[in-house]
């Protein structure tokens, strides 16, 4: 079942209509009225918040880094098995 170009516009708008919280800097969709993850938190649970938005940046980095040098292994050794054919 194909929905064509039609459906692949609509999809990309629905992503665009998103909006930044000035609060917590997490997207949200444009169209809730107040943001899902911290409009109900108090200061010490924002702060919480933001504490595990930081901690989970910084593991999703040291990931990306990881996935990289992988890679990077994996070339050198298809490149060193290439050589020895």
Not at 33 to 39: F, M, Q
């Amino acid at each position: 079942m194909s929905f064509g170009m039609g459906w692949k516009a609509w999809q990309l708008s629905k992503l665009k209509r998103r909006t930044t919280c000035p609060r917590c800097s997490l997207k949200y969709a444009a169209t809730l009225a107040r943001c899902p993850h911290c409009s109900e938190l108090d200061s010490a649970g924002l702060v919480e918040l933001k504490l595990w938005i930081e901690q989970n940046q910084q593991a999703n980095a040291r990931l990306g880094k990881t996935f990289v040098y992988l890679a990077l292994l994996l070339v050198i050794g298809l490149i060193l098995l290439n050589s020895r054919a």
